[in-house]
């Protein structure tokens, strides 16, 4: 079945995306081997070591948003020593091409997935889609997927409106339905923030034995750009390739929030805003310890004035009630 329906349009490629594809292509015919998968998705190949990273990423991201110079999984692979093979999509399409299929098919015939000692399935968002989708062709994978959608079809997920364009893909043939392909993986790591809401949908369909689903509160949509600020992306994912990552060292390496500015004003903000204002006072106290009154000045204060406020008024309303009455 082919998952574009007639009708859908495919848009010609800016030049500086094509000259970017183009030089990742010369660096990955070096390195290993770069496959055309369609005119909307490429493979790159980077041989290294037995354990194995496959990455699904987006070639809008990388541009335009990050102004990378190679395919995040490299980044990610930095100093590992391990096999690299990153699946791009150069429009979102979500993975859904027969091209793509055929490619898996084909490694998988080979055995490219049995010559690893381990490997690991990475992607966010749109990336986190397809790293659970095809994890199936690489039986006992790990997989991390952060804020990921469990499929587009419009069946199943109408109450998803975000992706209209998307429902035009096929989500029902092969590597379709995101959480059934997970039943081969050894573990799946799915994060999401529980408080969008749209998110926390798809991710209650991935709902599995093997499956964490990890609560990221406070980082909204973009958990990958967070995860990458506070450091955290690379050794999480190079815990996983050690074979090391486990809800125990996730939890302990999420810590690392702790310490970073933006967790900190959301989750301030949302205790004033749920009037927490004790627990926000506390939370003040800590940012004054950890930074110094500098970076949160104008919250600290406000948030101590209105607990201020709200003593002064409970002392006045314990003062009436004690007032002798006549």
């Known amino acids: 079945m082919n998952p574009h329906r007639p009708g859908q349009r495919r848009m010609a490629l800016p030049p500086e995306k094509r000259a970017w594809i183009?030089?990742?292509?010369?660096?990955?015919?070096?390195?290993?081997?770069?496959?055309?998968?369609?005119?909307?998705?490429?493979?790159?190949?980077?041989?290294?070591?037995?354990?194995?990273?496959?990455?699904?990423?987006?070639?809008?991201?990388?541009?335009?948003?990050?102004?990378?110079?190679?395919?995040?999984?490299?980044?990610?692979?930095?100093?590992?020593?391990?096999?690299?093979?990153?699946?791009?999509?150069?429009?979102?399409?979500?993975?859904?091409?027969?091209?793509?299929?055929?490619?898996?098919?084909?490694?998988?015939?080979?055995?490219?997935?049995?010559?690893?000692?381990?490997?690991?399935?990475?992607?966010?968002?749109?990336?986190?889609?397809?790293?659970?989708?095809?994890?199936?062709a690489a039986p006992g994978a790990t997989v991390i997927a952060v804020s990921p959608q469990a499929t587009l079809d419009p069946r199943l997920t109408e109450w998803d409106p975000r992706f209209i364009s998307a429902r035009r893909l096929s989500f029902t043939d092969r590597y379709g339905y995101a959480p059934d392909m997970l039943d081969a993986s050894a573990r799946a790591f799915v994060l999401y923030d529980p408080e969008e809401e749209l998110d926390a949908m798809h991710a209650s369909l991935f709902h599995r034995s093997h499956v964490l689903r990890f609560r990221c509160r406070h980082l909204g949509r973009h958990i990958e750009d967070h995860l990458l600020e506070m450091g955290l992306l690379k050794p999480l994912v190079q815990k996983a390739l050690a074979g090391e990552l486990t809800a125990g060292e996730l939890y302990r390496l999420y810590r690392a929030r702790r310490s970073y500015t933006p967790y900190l004003r959301r989750l301030m903000a949302r205790l004033e805003d749920d009037d927490r204002m004790q627990l926000a006072a506390r939370l003040c106290r800590y940012v004054r310890a950890q930074f110094g009154e500098e970076r949160f000045e104008k919250s600290v204060r406000r948030i101590e004035g209105r607990v201020q406020e709200q003593l002064q008024h409970r002392c006045a309303l314990q003062r009436s009630m004690e007032r002798p009455l006549g």
């Not at 995040?72 to 091209?99: F, M, N």
């Open 22 to 136: 183009g030089r990742q292509k010369a660096i990955a015919e070096e390195a290993g081997s770069f496959t055309p998968l369609g005119p909307d998705h490429s493979a790159f190949y980077y041989e290294g070591g037995p354990r194995l990273l496959v990455t699904f990423e987006f070639l809008g991201s990388l541009i335009d948003h990050r102004e990378a110079d190679a395919p995040l999984g490299r980044e990610l692979v930095e100093g590992t020593g391990c096999s690299h093979l990153c699946i791009l999509a150069h429009a979102p399409r979500w993975y859904r091409d027969p091209a793509i299929h055929a490619h898996f098919d084909a490694l998988t015939d080979r055995g490219f997935f049995d010559e690893f000692d381990l490997v690991v399935c990475y992607g966010a968002g749109m990336g986190g889609y397809g790293a659970a989708a095809y994890s199936v």
